[in-house]
T-cell receptor, first 111, second 113 residues
């Protein structure tokens, strides 16, 4: 079936660096994506979302880019902090809030 | 608001036992969902509800039942637990299905021996 997946299981960065987490999807009809952050022992927490009528969306220290041509989206975190250490998931919303999650990238931030 | 609450936090069952995972939300959300998360994996949708009295199957519904008698509560029932149901279960809710943010509960860690 159609899938959503992440490129790297783990990303290690230094505090203060910018982080880029990537995600690919296979269904060209997909039109709504969400990034979640999951800290250890907790449920996923909404970070930012983007619809297919946009290429870029910015939040506080985060930017999501969507490239529909190559079916790829990325999450950029500026000035990464230790509190950003978590697993990050991209998810596709297939309507009625049916989310299809990728496998996740663990972000490790070292001081 | 307490948000989305789940009980219990941890549970150990023997194969064949039944139990109900509880989920409640106090945000007057219409949409509620249950997901499971296996080690190293993303979440997979089990069942969802678009309002009281209405439920539907997600990606992995086998072995689970749900009902939605009130807006606030959305329990998940395991009829006859199997080791393959060992997982962390998350409940989520949102105001509507049209792109509103889903809020997730803290999860229930279930082990089936």
């Amino acid at each position: 079936g159609e899938s959503v997946g992440l490129h790297l299981p783990t990303l290690s960065v230094q505090e203060g660096d910018n982080s880029i987490i990537n995600c690919a999807y296979s269904n060209s009809a997909s039109d709504y994506f969400i990034w979640y952050k999951q800290e250890s022992g907790k449920g996923p927490q909404f970070i930012i979302d983007i619809r297919s009528n946009m290429d870029k969306r910015q939040g506080q220290r985060v930017t999501v880019l969507l490239n529909k041509t190559v079916k790829h989206l990325s999450l950029q975190i500026a000035a990464t902090q230790p509190g950003d250490s978590a697993v990050y998931f991209c998810a596709e919303n297939r309507g009625f809030q049916k989310l299809v999650f990728g496998t996740g990238t663990r972000l490790l931030v070292s001081p | 608001n307490a948000g989305v609450t789940q009980t219990p936090k941890f549970q150990v069952l023997k194969t064949g036992q039944s139990m109900t995972l509880q989920c409640a939300q106090d945000m007057n959300h219409e949409y509620m969902s249950w997901y499971r998360q296996d080690p190293g994996m993303g979440l997979r949708l089990i069942h969802y509800s678009v309002g009281a009295g209405i439920t539907d199957q997600g990606e992995v519904p086998n072995g689970y039942n749900v009902s939605r008698s009130t807006t606030e509560d959305f329990p998940l029932r395991l009829l006859s637990a199997a080791p393959s149901q060992t997982s962390v279960y998350f409940c989520a809710s949102s105001y509507s299905g049209a792109g509103d943010t889903q809020y997730f509960g803290p999860g229930t860690r279930l082990t089936v021996l």
